[in-house]
């Protein structure tokens, strides 16, 4: 059986921009995570596992979301070989020279199945 697990706007505290003013204080950054693969029992992936390994990223420091979503990624493919991924990371309200609420990076890859 197939299965699909997502955690929705888990917060990590970090540095984020690449401009030095925003890394004055940290930011609150929601990610999501999302995984599909084979099931493996009653538990094939462990969501608090997931956490603590985002846990780990709290208080870095980073210039872009490209960069966060990569290292994140990177990560949980080493940490979970089995399945595959999708990380998207949201910065609210980015310094830009137009007002948006929120610029979005998402980035996939594991075992498609």
Do not use: H
């Not at 699909?4 to 706007?9: A, G």
């Not at 979503?69 to 998207?88: F, Q």
């Not at 830009?96 to 990076?105: H, Q």
Request: with cysteine.
């Amino acid at each position: 059986m197939k299965g699909q697990l997502t955690l929705k706007n888990v917060i990590i505290r970090l540095k984020l921009g690449s401009e030095p003013f925003e890394k004055i204080s940290d930011s609150d950054i929601p990610v999501d995570i999302l995984w599909s693969g084979e099931m493996t029992g009653s538990m094939s992936i462990d969501y608090t596992g997931i956490c603590e390994i985002l846990a780990g990223f709290s208080e870095k420091e980073y210039d872009y979301i490209e960069e966060l979503a990569s290292d994140i990624l990177n990560t949980l493919l080493e940490e979970y070989p089995t399945g595959y991924w999708k990380v998207i990371v949201t910065k609210p309200f980015p310094s830009v020279s137009l007002k948006m609420e929120s610029a979005l990076f998402a980035m996939e890859g594991g075992n498609n199945v």
